[in-house]
């Protein structure tokens, strides 16, 4: 699936313990993954940051696009630039083999461009660059212009509006939910402490009365 990653120019974008990683992974890779003659190569990129079943559907219908499915995914400062400082959720590293394990995907292109380049374009041989219709993110560039230049752009409708945000607001929710109910508990055993205590006292107060005789 990774046969790009040994190339000497996608090596040059990559640095550091990520590097050793994309190598390791390499090894399982196989030249029956590689694109096909006849072929036609699709191209999303983006963060696909705790794939979720939004994002599965998404890829399912990219792949319906050609035959031979190329993700490229953001590095994490780029990611975090879009989308604010609470992102990525999921390192680089994890994302890769969350999307790598997806059945839909041939390639992954890590620390893919952003924006899209024709060096990309090129490199790959791209037939077509998709984008869903829900966009996450604040994007202040047409970050596939280069693809609509060439006219091989296309906006896709997976069926699925569940995004990455949906889910995290979604635990949030759920978290607070959670602890509301837990501190709902603990005031009604902390309460229900004090009236058994209270209980004992006034037992414990009672005793001596009834044993007391009058003169």
Request: charged share 25%; with cysteine; hydrophobic share 35%.
């Amino acid at each position: 699936r990774l046969q790009s990653l040994g190339k000497q120019w996608y090596q040059r974008r990559v640095r550091g313990n990520l590097l050793q990683t994309n190598n390791k992974i390499t090894q399982f890779s196989s030249p029956a993954n590689e694109p096909r003659p006849g072929d036609r190569i699709v191209y999303t990129a983006g963060a696909f940051d705790l794939m979720h079943p939004g994002l599965v559907d998404f890829l399912e219908a990219a792949k319906k696009e050609g035959s031979y499915l190329i993700v490229g995914l953001y590095e994490d400062h780029v990611v975090n630039e879009y989308k604010g400082s609470q992102y990525p959720i999921q390192i680089l590293q994890e994302r890769v083999l969350s999307v790598l394990a997806n059945r839909n995907v041939d390639e992954v292109l890590i620390g893919a461009p952003y924006p899209l380049t024709e060096e990309v374009l090129d490199h790959f041989k791209i037939d077509v660059v998709v984008q869903g219709i829900i966009t996450e993110g604040d994007h202040d560039t047409d970050h596939y212009a280069v693809a609509r230049k060439r006219g091989i752009y296309k906006q896709i409708d997976s069926g699925n509006p569940l995004t990455t945000d949906d889910l995290v607001l979604r635990i949030i929710s759920n978290r607070k939910q959670f602890m509301a109910r837990n501190r709902a508990k603990q005031l009604k055993e902390l309460n229900n402490i004090k009236k058994m205590a209270e209980i004992e006292a006034a037992k414990s107060g009672e005793a001596p009365a009834c044993s007391t005789s009058s003169n």
